[in-house]
């Protein structure tokens, strides 16, 4: 009696608590794989597609700053040749004062 009442907890434990079949099936693996695949080279283009779009947007921030400091350059040029033409006006005023005495 023992024996039987421990076969049939056995067994309706084991069909209590099996896992149910899932849903869905993929029979053939390759079917799996190609769409694993599929999704992967789909992440990978997403990846690189948002890859470049940084690599453009550094690119417009680095020539933005190039301009900026050549133009920076570009003012600090005409500022010091304006004064060595100041200072060249100056020096010819003095040597012609020096001269007229």
Known sequence: MRKLLLIL??????????????AVRFEDTTALKRSLDDA??????????????????????????????????????FLYLGLGIFFLVVLIVGLRRRRKK
């Not at 597609?49 to 920076?72: F, I, M, P, T």
């Open 40 to 77: 992967q080279h789909f992440l990978d283009s997403m990846k690189h597609a948002e890859a470049s779009r940084e690599a453009a947007q550094g690119l417009q921030n680095l020539l933005r700053y190039q301009d900026e400091q050549n133009a920076k350059k570009k003012k600090q040029a």
């Open 9 to 22: 907890t056995l067994l309706i434990s084991s069909v209590t608590f099996s896992q149910d079949t899932p």
